[in-house]
């Protein structure tokens, strides 16, 4: 049994410079404005523009050199980022609820996206062991407190050997004879 994950991430990928943030924040509020898909979004576009325009104002602020300047426009930056991110997250529950149209959806937000990779675990595993003769299994755990019982066979099956159980979903078998398969 492998689990997949399926659908498409947002992907907001801010800048450090203040500057280059206002700008991309702005073309986020620009392309959400009067959108249809994100006409309640929590938190608001407009709330999100304010916050953009306050670290715009504070942006411009530090370039007075006045005391403690720099730590408003850190905060103001701070806040939005935050909305920004609010935003993100909106844009992902609307894109999850289209997973056809996804990333049409994620696009039209002006924002990145991205498949992640389908990443599977096996049930079951066996890798060579860190000596000769031995073997490394590992399976997939069934549960919190489970017990786990090992076999192997030498003839391809049609007998088989009993390993130590486990409390645990790993475990290394040594005393394996070399060159067996199965």
């Given at each position: 049994m492998t689990n997949k994950m399926n659908h498409t991430l947002v992907v907001l990928k801010l800048p450090m410079n203040v500057?280059?943030?206002?700008?991309?924040g702005q073309a986020i509020i620009g392309a959400m404005t009067g959108n249809p898909l994100f006409a309640n979004a929590v938190p608001t576009v407009a709330s999100v523009d304010a916050l953009l325009t306050k670290l715009d104002?504070?942006?411009?602020?530090?370039?007075?050199?006045t005391k403690g300047t720099v730590e408003?426009?850190?905060a103001a930056r701070l806040a939005a980022v935050q909305g920004l991110h609010g935003l993100k997250g909106f844009v992902q529950q609307v894109a999850n609820a289209s997973p056809d149209d996804a990333s049409t959806i994620i696009a039209s937000a002006a924002m990145g996206s991205k498949k992640p990779p389908l990443r599977t675990k096996a049930d079951f595993a066996a890798r060579p062991g860190p000596?000769?003769?031995s073997v490394?299994?590992?399976?997939k755990a069934s549960a919190r407190r489970a017990s786990y019982e090992w076999q192997w066979s030498a003839d391809g099956g049609k007998t088989w050997t009993q390993a130590p159980s486990t409390l645990q979903a790993r475990t290394t078998l040594a005393?394996?004879?070399?060159?067996?398969n199965g």
């Open positions: 500057p280059a943030l206002i700008k991309i104002a504070a942006e411009t602020a530090t370039k007075m050199r408003a426009r850190d000596t000769t003769g490394r299994l590992a399976a005393g394996i004879p070399a060159a067996t």
